[in-house]
């Protein structure tokens, strides 16, 4: 190669021109650029050798001012056109005298510029290039268009992002949805560290960031982590700051489909024929419903009615949600598919459209409702004499809180003394179970309501109202259950195997009340769902089933069908086999929602210490859960919250301190106490 061949290099992927200036070595070559660098080069370095004329660095701008004007990537399509049909390749020299007339040294160059940067209509092939087929450059050309339309979208995605960080109302379109939603449940993946105890390390390395998330929050210089997507979406104001990851971490569903909605609407605009057409009418009874006040699905009422001669009956009246449906429609599988209501700090995700749930299938006060009837007559001990089970309509008389019949029965209302009967049979029925070997277990029960930014912690009372109502339920279990167990009716039955308790003596060592009763909790079985009758230990009860929150627990609903199916001499909906598939699949879906209801709790509880740092609190140990490194489970009394502690000092069961809270993380978990140790001055 001769001293002033100007020559094409590239320099990191950039096109240079320089000047061959001397050998360097056997085979490599000094040549030197315009700004007068030398550059060491390897013959393969050299892309292309500009011949005919010798130049000097200096003339290498008045070089590149001559290609210019040549440099018409769309001058190629016409060329192309010509070459394709015949598929004959093409040198630079061929194509400057096809492109421009003319072939001189800038033509060449620029006709070499404008093939090698082609990836549209030539591909290179040795020192020559040949033309793409017309289906490969269709293809390319609608690939580039892909990819332009690809990176105006990310502009405008960009754009709306830019908008949202400034707190700027933002019409996210739906390819952003479908990037936003991406990152949801990358960033739901921090209830893992809940879920799974990992730390978010670990996390990182177990869920790599699929492709729309990395390509996403690199696009926005934010590093591709779950916590760095829980952020930027709280960020665009997509999420809030208590986003709840279990709720989305879990299958819940939280909007019903449209098509069920419509079904629902079409049940309440037209009523589907009633198939219990011969209802027991018990309009004439007073009936109480008793509920929290925010309480919105109605689905139990009370009743007592004198029968002369010194006898009673009591009557439960359950909600007849199957009043408005059949099994295997689109409300009872939407029912099926959530297992239960979900009852969450912030609020309530329905087993049935609130257009019915609230609505016909409630027990409403001052409407005639639909409802399934126990009526129960009870021995002098609480026993059950005699029972009989309706369809039926009733009345509500009254809707009252527990706190109304607290009140009621404290001061004795005269004018009301139904509500006395039925809280003296509930006694009764409390003392006849205890008798039966029912197991008392007394733990306070927290309540946590969020309600804006408000948080608000209370401790369910045992109070008269509520032992009257839950005495009432579980009677109309036994009743149920009973029913089902006479007239071989499959059900799903619960049970509780007998619990092995400690010794009596042993049990008395341990410091009365919530001590001894969490010692006892320990001990007591899971309870047990079957399709055939089973004993309840702790309820004291031969047989039991739950049939009282058929709009709320889709297994009450099960007993439902079955038994009013059986009540109008029809073939049952379910034969064993097929309730006990149904039951499996229900049983896993509602310990879903059990445990996210529990997470979400005490990720509300933990945030309500967090803001409380400098509170004191008045704390029991409970149990030890590792006793060889100091970590306890503590009552903290005033919120009925249960927590775990690590102790610095020599600490006994039952004993009672004064902790703060030093570190609270609701998001990561974590929640540490430190004990308050006032000194005495001297």
Request: hydrophobic share 40%.
């Amino acid at each position: 190669m001769e001293k002033g061949t100007l020559v094409e290099f590239r320099v990191q992927g950039d096109r240079r021109l320089g000047i061959v200036d001397r050998p360097d070595g056997k085979t490599r070559w000094f040549v030197v650029d315009e700004r007068g660098q030398s550059h060491s080069l390897a013959p393969r370095q050299i892309t292309y050798t500009v011949n005919g004329q010798t130049y000097k660095s200096t003339d290498i701008p008045h070089f590149v001012s001559q290609v210019q004007p040549y440099l018409d990537p769309s001058s190629l399509e016409v060329a192309w056109e010509l070459l394709v049909e015949d598929g004959e390749t093409v040198t630079p020299s061929e194509m400057a005298n096809l492109l421009f007339s003319e072939a001189n040294p800038s033509q060449c160059y620029a006709a070499h510029c404008l093939l090698s940067d082609d990836k549209l209509y030539f591909k290179q092939k040795g020192d020559a290039y040949e033309p793409r087929s017309a289906t490969q450059v269709a293809e390319r050309k609608h690939q580039i268009e892909v990819e332009a339309q690809k990176a105006k979208g990310q502009q405008e995605f960009l754009a709306r992002v830019e908008q949202a960080l400034k707190g700027e109302i933002v019409e996210w379109q739906r390819p952003d949805r479908q990037r936003l939603e991406a990152l949801e449940k990358y960033a739901a993946l921090l209830a893992d560290i809940v879920r799974m105890g990992v730390n978010y390390d670990s996390l990182a390395r177990a869920y790599p960031p699929p492709a729309p998330v990395l390509e996403t929050m690199n696009m926005l210089g934010r590093s591709a982590t779950p916590q760095a997507a829980f952020q930027l979406l709280i960020d665009l104001g997509w999420w809030t700051n208590h986003e709840n990851l279990f709720l989305r971490r879990s299958s819940i569903p939280v909007q019903f489909p449209n098509k069920v909605l419509e079904v629902a609407q079409q049940r309440l605009d037209f009523p589907p024929h009633d198939l219990d057409a011969n209802r027991l009418d018990l309009t004439n009874l007073k009936v109480y419903t008793i509920d929290d006040e925010s309480t919105t699905e109605i689905d139990d009422g009370l009743s007592w009615e004198s029968l002369g001669e010194g006898r009673e009956r009591l009557w439960v009246h359950i909600a007849d949600p199957t009043r408005w449906l059949i099994p295997e429609d689109e409300l009872d599988l939407e029912a099926r598919k959530r297992g239960s209501t979900v009852y969450l700090p912030t609020g309530m995700i329905p087993m049935f459209p609130e257009v019915l749930a609230t609505g016909p299938m409630s027990l409403v006060q001052g409407r005639v409702c639909c409802a399934l009837s126990f009526g129960v007559v009870l021995d002098t001990n609480g026993a059950v004499a005699d029972y009989c089970i309706h369809p039926s309509i009733i009345k509500p008389t009254y809707r009252l809180t527990y706190e109304d019949v607290d009140e009621m029965l404290e001061l004795g209302v005269q004018a009301e003394p139904e509500i006395a009967a039925i809280a003296n049979w509930a006694t009764k029925r409390k003392t006849w179970r205890y008798a039966q070997g029912a197991i008392s277990i007394n733990m306070p029960e927290a309540m946590i309501k969020v309600k804006g930014d408000d948080i608000n912690i209370d401790i369910l009372d045992d109070s008269s109202s509520r032992q009257l109502v839950a005495e009432m339920m579980i009677l109309a279990g036994e009743v149920a259950a009973r029913y089902g167990q006479t007239h071989n009716i499959p059900l799903p039955f619960r049970g509780q195997p007998q619990p092995e308790l400690p010794p009596e003596e042993e049990l008395l060592q341990l410091p009365a009340g919530f001590v001894r009763a969490c010692a006892m909790r320990r001990c007591m079985p899971k309870s047990e769902m079957s399709i055939t009758p089973v004993r309840h230990a702790g309820l004291g009860l031969d047989t039991y089933t739950q049939a009282t929150s058929p709009i709320r627990r889709y297994s009450d609903l099960l007993t439902h069908f079955q038994l009013k199916a059986h009540l109008r001499g029809e073939v049952l909906p379910f034969s064993a086999e097929q309730l006990k598939e149904v039951m499996m699949t229900v049983t896993t879906i509602t310990q879903e929602v059990t445990m996210v209801e529990r997470q979400t709790n005490r990720y509300w509880a933990l945030e309500y210490l967090r803001r409380h740092p400098d509170k004191a609190w008045e704390v029991t140990l409970l149990m030890w859960l590792r006793e060889d490194s100091n970590l306890g489970l503590i009552l903290l009394e005033d919120l009925g919250l249960q927590l775990p502690m690590s102790f610095r000092r020599t600490v006994k069961l039952g004993e009672q301190l004064l902790v703060k809270v030093s570190i609270a993380d609701p998001q990561k978990d974590i929640i540490q106490f430190q004990e308050i140790i006032y000194q005495e001055a001297i």
